[in-house]
């Protein structure tokens, strides 16, 4: 069973236009959540978090919102550049837990000049 | 600042051969992680150490694949004997201190066995 999951295996939007990547969780233990990029043949990076006292944390285009009631999050990117093209991968930790990050399958970005 | 490093990129073997990977972590990361990646998942956790102690494994299949870090710093990986259900990408993080929040990633060792 997936504790983390991004039902959307791809995503298409226009440069300019606003890009929201979504992920559910169902591991009401999980304090941490974090937003990896990945391009092809490279390993993740780290894009931004967001700690379960929070709602929401922005870093420049990227938003990450935090709905815990809903188990959800969403990563919004204003606005969308065709560098952002990637695959993005949702990650979260348990509270207490050692650091082990739980990832989900992934969300392929184009984003279209 | 160097990253993380991981060799080889690219690796074919044999189903029954064995396999190792090498990771070096960025220079004072204390945490160090070894994930599997299949195609078309996310990353998986196989094993994590902190410093030279193992604080997880209980996702790495012992009858196969074994793990060590030296010195709290380079790290390997083998697997022996490898089966075709073992075909990945194999990445290595490294983070600072005990709970590891933004970890970052080598390139990883892309195996395919066949």
């Known amino acids: 069973d997936q504790q983390v999951k991004q039902n959307s295996p791809s995503l298409s939007v226009q440069e300019g236009r606003i890009s929201i990547l979504n992920c559910d969780y169902t591991n009401s233990m999980f304090d941490y959540f974090l937003w990896y990029k990945k391009y092809p043949a490279e390993g993740p990076t780290f894009l931004i978090s967001?700690?379960?006292?929070?709602d929401k944390n922005e870093d420049g285009r990227f938003t990450v919102f935090l709905n815990k009631s809903a188990k959800h999050l969403s990563l919004h990117i204003v606005p969308s550049q065709p560098g952002d093209s990637a695959v993005y991968f949702c990650a979260a930790k348990e509270g207490g837990s050692q650091g082990n990050l739980i990832f989900g399958k992934g969300t392929k970005l184009s984003v279209k000049p | 600042e160097a990253g993380v490093a991981q060799s080889p990129r690219y690796k074919i073997i044999e189903k029954r051969q064995s396999v190792a990977f090498w990771c070096n972590p960025i220079?004072?990361?204390?945490?160090l992680y070894w994930y599997q990646q299949i195609l078309g998942q996310g990353p998986k956790l196989l094993i994590q150490f902190q410093n030279n102690g193992v604080v997880d494994d209980s996702q790495l299949p012992k009858d196969r694949f074994s793990a060590e870090r030296l010195k709290g710093v380079d790290s390997t990986l083998k697997i022996q004997p490898a089966k075709l259900e073992d075909s990945a990408v194999y990445l290595c993080?490294?983070?600072?201190?005990?709970?590891?929040?933004?970890?970052?990633f080598g390139q990883g060792t892309r195996l395919t066995v066949v």
């Open positions: 967001i700690s379960s006292i929070k």
């Open positions: 993080a490294s983070s600072l201190g005990f709970i590891g929040r933004e970890a970052f």
């Open positions: 220079s004072g990361h204390a945490t």
